[in-house]
């Protein structure tokens, strides 16, 4: 039966009585809006744990004041549904005061993976999600975390951190999920208009093209994202944001495409900013 919890306190009784009784415990962090790609992550999460948390925060510390926190979709009965029927044991549903109280002053961050794609543009980003994820991971005190590859860099930055700052946390990563016709799954979806939901075709389109090209044998990243960049320049809705070849690891920029190779981009359209990736596998 699933149970919504909004306070640390209740979180950490409901979390001490499982680790009493010897269960496995999986995290998936969220800001809500549940989708498949989201529901994927959960699914993951039942498999390999015998208790899944799910947390449902629109963290603030992670937007820009000229970001989207207000405009952010937000539906708590419709997420819970998904979780009960896909699950999950527990929503973590905070209010921002609980998660931020009167003086709050420490923060998590990162140089390096950090200083490329959504960082570069969302500069005080990072900082607020390993600060949230921190948090999370602190009271829920899970043995795996799931993460969705969709927001490869946030993966990767997680991973590092949980290395660097021995958190003794498995960090899952998963595969992208995509609406029927390509487009990433995303709650920032839902802002787009008919015209703009056709146009945001072009992310997906232009990933596809890339991983073909990739796989027929290119490799000098500078041509690839000439290539690229054109093709989303033929969308007028379109304003690319970054178009990139990093190493997966370390999210440092790379001139030559090999196994590991993050190809991602982030793309404007209308006022909608969507990302999309893919992950050069080879071994
Ligand atoms: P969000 O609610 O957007 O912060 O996402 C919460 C988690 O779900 C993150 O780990 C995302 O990477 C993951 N996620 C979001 N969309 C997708 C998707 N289309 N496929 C796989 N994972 C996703």
């Known amino acids: 039966m ?20 010897g269960f496995t415990i999986g995290l998936v962090p969220t800001m809500g809006y549940l989708h498949e790609g989201h529901q994927s992550l959960i699914k993951r999460a039942v498999e390999e744990n015998d208790k899944v948390v799910v947390s449902i925060f629109v963290n603030p510390m992670q937007f820009a004041p000229t970001e989207d926190l207000e405009s952010y979709p937000r ?64 009271i829920v005190t899970p043995d795996k975390a799931y993460f969705g590859q ?15 700052l021995n958190i003794p946390i498995e960090i ?16 920032r979806n839902t802002y787009l208009n008919k015209k703009e939901r056709e146009a945001a075709l072009i992310l997906s389109k232009t990933i596809f093209m890339a991983e073909k090209l990739v796989n027929d044998g290119l490799t000098d990243a500078d041509k690839l994202k000439d290539i690229m960049k054109k093709n989303i320049e033929t ?46 596998k080879r071994k």
Not at 2 to 15: A, D, G, M, Y
Not at 251 to 280: C, E, M, P
Request: glycine share 4%; charged share 30%; with cysteine.
């Open 75 to 138: 539906d708590l009965k419709k997420d819970s549904k998904l979780c009960d029927e896909t699950g999950a044991d527990l929503i973590f549903n905070p209010d921002p005061e609980e998660m931020y109280t009167k003086g709050f002053c420490s923060f998590v961050d990162m140089n390096g993976p950090t200083d490329e794609l959504c960082g570069k543009s969302r500069p005080i980003h990072f900082r607020g999600v390993c600060t949230i994820v921190n948090k999370l991971f602190n």
């Open 150 to 164: 969709k927001d490869a860099q946030q993966l990767a930055v997680i991973k590092r951190m949980v290395t660097d």
């Open 235 to 280: 969308e007028p809705l379109a304003k690319i944001d970054y178009v990139e070849a990093v190493n997966f690891d370390d999210i440092s920029v790379t001139d030559t495409i090999s196994d590991n190779t993050l190809v991602a981009i982030a793309v404007y359209i209308g006022k909608t900013r969507l990302i999309d990736n893919f992950l050069i």
């Open 2 to 21: 699933l149970n919504i919890l909004h306070t640390i306190k209740e979180v950490r009784s409901q979390i001490k009585e499982w680790k009493n009784e």
């Open 172 to 187: 899952v990563g998963c595969p992208i999920i995509r609406e029927k016709d390509g487009l990433a799954k995303s709650s």
